[in-house]
């Protein structure tokens, strides 16, 4: 008996891991969503956008080119990734690919300023500039639009079948992905730029010129960084990673300690966008060629150098 109860014991903890592993890296994916999403990882092989050049994957120094185009909000399900393009104007197409470059598709072609999408294995989410509309989701496929927010909104995140987003007013909302049971969280204060981990809202207040977050059910509020003076974050782990604008630098903090910062890359830009895979971060830099404005690099957390994406 004693055997077959630590037998239990053992699978009960293996599955509570398996869990856990599983659940930080769709907070890290969703972070990573929430700065354009730029890059991810499955089993050992990176996803990253190479800007014009398109999707790439890379395992062990080996790179494959999966797309031609420039890919934004990389969402990896099962051996699929679903992005989206720019079409025109304030039109973006979302697409998806198999992981080994087959099966190229184009689902839906949307009208919005918002380049970013979430994937569960049902529903597409994604906000929309289309009158009397502004988020809502449609079938894998493409079919079957169902609008589930009707006001205008400037930010938002899909997270445990809950979609959170930040209204034209500045207010943080939810409403479950049913459409179901809408709230408004805050009441006062400018938020900007959401992102959902770990049973909290982060966002950058702009009246405060602070980093906060917010339990799910709005009754809790704390200071995170006032050190974090904009819009360009992503947490990740035990950290806060984000951008010095003042100085144009990456760094990162510990959460719970703001007195503990590092430095990790130095930018010659005014804007960047910080992604995170395994050890490493991916972020836009200025380009090294003058016919685009960006181009991606890549370091360890620690700003340790490896080897740079080639182009």
């Known amino acids: 008996m004693k055997k077959k109860r630590r037998l239990m014991m053992l699978i009960l903890l293996l599955i509570l891991i398996i869990i856990g592993i599983h659940y930080f890296k769709k907070n890290k994916e969703n972070g990573n969503i929430a700065n354009m999403g730029l890059a991810c990882e499955k089993d ?16 062990n120094g080996e790179e494959k080119q999966l797309t031609d185009e420039t890919a934004y909000s990389l969402n990896l399900l099962d051996d699929k990734i679903y992005y989206i393009t720019v079409a025109d ?21 949307i009208y919005t300023s918002i380049s970013k999408i979430y994937v569960d294995h049902q529903s597409i989410y994604y906000s929309t500039n289309e009158t009397g509309k502004g988020i809502a989701k449609i079938d894998l496929n493409g079919e079957n639009e169902q609008i589930l927010v009707t006001e205008t909104v400037q930010d938002f995140q899909v997270a445990q079948k809950e979609i959170y987003y930040v209204t034209n007013t500045n207010q943080i909302c939810k409403i479950a992905t049913s459409g179901q049971n809408n709230q408004t969280l805050t009441d006062t204060g400018i938020a900007k730029k959401i992102q959902v981990v770990d049973q909290w809202i982060y966002y950058y207040d702009q009246t405060e010129n602070a980093l906060f977050r917010l339990k799910p059910n709005g009754k809790k509020k704390e200071l995170v960084s006032v050190l974090i003076q904009n819009e360009i974050y992503n947490v990740s782990g035990k950290y806060v990673y984000y951008f010095n604008r003042e100085q144009s630098k990456i760094a990162r903090m510990r959460i719970g300690k703001s007195n503990q910062c590092d430095d990790i890359a130095e930018l ?44």
């Open 44 to 59: 050992g092989v990176i996803y990253y956008n190479k800007y014009e050049k398109g999707i790439f994957s890379i395992k």
């Open 268 to 311: 010659q830009v005014t804007k960047t966008k910080i992604n995170l895979v395994n050890d490493e971060i991916y972020y836009l830099d200025k380009s090294e060629d003058e016919s685009q404005t960006y181009q991606i690099y890549r370091r360890k957390v620690n700003g340790d150098p490896i080897k740079p994406v080639e182009y």
């Open 89 to 109: 104007f304030n039109n973006v197409i979302i697409k998806s690919v198999d992981t080994n470059g087959e099966n190229l598709k184009s689902i839906a072609t």
